[in-house]
């Protein structure tokens, strides 16, 4: 009798590669309906065979051959992570005719252009709902669901773990507790550099970025800074003025080309991101014909990703050729537009000398770079002021050149604190 199972292969069989294996044989019946027959894992490459695992025998090799030459196998899913030699053993899977799924946002947003030229050249299709956002569906949407809109902009909160960072601190916990709080959870990692310095999100944001617009965006074109810095205090005045702290990140279609960034964001209580609370994420997307839609969800975690990672197995089975919009004609080369041209509103603390005018040679400063002022908060105590001003959206080189003359006054006794506002 004929084998109707369609083989997959895994890279990886760790947090979302054991998913992966799990969930197919969990829901292996509604599988075998919408694909025409049984999916089901053939190899999954480890690098340590000895350790205890729930796989079934045989499945695991530490062999990338066995999965390469295995005729059977026609969709792979990496899993792994990492950039070397994750990327070389993509190639290789081009090569021998096999489409890949990637969870692997690093990988894509640095190498993404390489990646999908080989795949459009061996005619198989690269997929990667999972590298962004986990659970929730915005690269489908984005590259098919939107198609008759011209996108204007993406907003969003695309890292969990500094989320649930933020959301404690605006609780008064400091950053140290809450990072403390998220790894004893299971939200962040031992290592939590990539979260929290906010690379984890940039790379997330050029592959939104790029799908977006239809050009190539990488981690390089996304300036980026996190919430290591942050202090308590700043969320407590931020409450005062109406905003939450969000690390958010930013994809927008300006006249002169795109601009992408990801910083920690001033958002008013009243903004959809306002609400997305804990380790959840969210994207807003802006378009021509939709106006705006919010997709929120859990953006990480075993079998969420794997759960977007099944859904693009699924998606290469139904579709032939190169897919979806994965073809070179597909992107253009915008210019990326510098930072210092985009336009923002910012929250600026300042510990001020408590002394008569300081007020109004900072109100000046400001005026004389055109830049108009939105609110103003003054504290004093022991001879010492904070001074919260927030500004109207402005080109962020003049905001940073009004920092600049403000610090040469000689009336600020430390580094301001400087953070982007969303406009109310
Ligand atoms: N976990 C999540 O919530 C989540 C969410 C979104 C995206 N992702 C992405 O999904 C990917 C996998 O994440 P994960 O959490 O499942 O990682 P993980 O638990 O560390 O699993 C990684 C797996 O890959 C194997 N592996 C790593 N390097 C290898 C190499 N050089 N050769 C052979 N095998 C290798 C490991 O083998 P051993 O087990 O033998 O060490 C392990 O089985 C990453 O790209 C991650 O960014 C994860």
């Given at each position: 009798m004929?084998?109707l ?5 895994l890279l990886?069989y760790?947090t979302?590669?054991?998913?992966v294996?799990r969930?197919l ?15 089901a ?8 065979i ?9 499945v695991l090799?530490?062999d ?11 969709v ?6 990492g950039?070397e ?15 890949v799924?990637s969870?692997?946002k ?7 252009a390489e ?8 005619r ?10 986990a659970?929730i ?7 098919e ?12 909160i695309v890292?969990g773990?500094t ?8 609780g008064g916990q400091?950053?140290?507790d809450a ?7 299971g939200?962040?990692?031992a290592?939590p ?7 984890d ?8 970025a ?18 290591e810095?942050?202090?308590?205090v ?7 003025l109406?905003y939450?702290i969000?690390?958010i990140?930013s994809?927008?279609r300006?006249?002169?080309g ?27 997307l802006r378009?021509s ?14 079998d969420?990703?794997?759960?977007a990672?099944?859904?693009d ?21 915008l ?6 041209e ?15 005018g300081?007020?109004?040679?900072i ?11 939105e609110?103003v ?35 600020t ?7 982007r506002?969303?406009?109310r």
């Amino acid at each position: 009798m004929t084998d109707l199972t369609t083989s997959i292969g895994l890279l990886g069989y760790g947090t979302v590669g054991s998913a992966v294996d799990r969930l197919l044989n969990d829901r292996a019946e509604d599988i075998a309906r919408v694909a025409g027959g049984p999916v089901a894992v053939r190899h999954a490459l480890v690098r340590d065979i000895e350790r205890r695992r729930d796989a079934r025998d045989g499945v695991l090799t530490t062999d990338f051959a066995a999965i390469r030459d295995d005729p059977a196998i026609g969709v792979v899913a990496e899993v792994m992570g990492g950039i070397e030699p994750t990327r070389g053993y993509l190639l290789e899977l081009f090569a021998a005719g096999k489409s890949v799924v990637s969870a692997n946002k690093q990988l894509l947003a640095r190498h993404g252009a390489e990646l999908f030229a080989a795949a459009e050249r061996h005619r198989v299709q690269l997929r990667f709902e999972a590298s962004v956002c986990a659970a929730i569906p915005v690269v489908k949407v984005l590259r098919e669901s939107m198609i008759a809109n011209d996108v204007a902009g993406v907003l969003g909160i695309v890292n969990g773990t500094t989320n649930f960072i933020l959301s404690a601190m605006a609780g008064g916990q400091t950053y140290g507790d809450a990072l403390a709080r998220a790894q004893e959870l299971g939200y962040a990692e031992a290592d939590p550099t990539e979260d929290v310095n906010g690379a984890d999100a940039a790379a997330k944001i050029a592959i939104l970025a790029s799908i977006a617009f239809h050009t190539r965006v990488t981690i390089d074109d996304v300036p980026f800074n996190g919430i290591e810095d942050l202090e308590a205090v700043d969320a407590a005045f931020a409450a005062e003025l109406g905003y939450k702290i969000k690390l958010i990140g930013s994809a927008q279609r300006l006249p002169g080309g795109v601009a992408a960034s990801v910083h920690p964001t001033l958002v008013p209580t009243s903004h959809a991101l306002a609400g997305v609370e804990g380790s959840f994420n969210a994207v807003m997307l802006r378009g021509s014909a939709i106006r705006e839609i919010t997709l929120v969800g859990p953006g990480a975690g075993g079998d969420e990703t794997a759960s977007a990672v099944i859904g693009d197995v699924m998606s290469v089975l139904g579709t032939s050729g190169t897919g979806f919009f994965q073809s070179d004609g597909y992107f253009r080369q915008l210019p990326v537009v510098p930072e210092s041209e985009v336009e923002s509103g910012f929250y600026l603390r300042l510990d001020v000398l408590d002394q008569p005018g300081v007020l109004a040679q900072i109100a000046r400063v400001l005026a004389d770079v055109d830049i108009s002022i939105e609110s103003v908060i003054q504290r004093a105590a022991d001879g010492r002021a904070q001074l919260v001003v927030t500004t109207h959206p402005a080109p962020e080189g003049r905001f940073f050149d009004a920092v600049g003359r403000i610090r040469s006054l000689g009336v600020t006794r430390a580094e301001p604190t400087m953070l982007r506002a969303l406009p109310r």
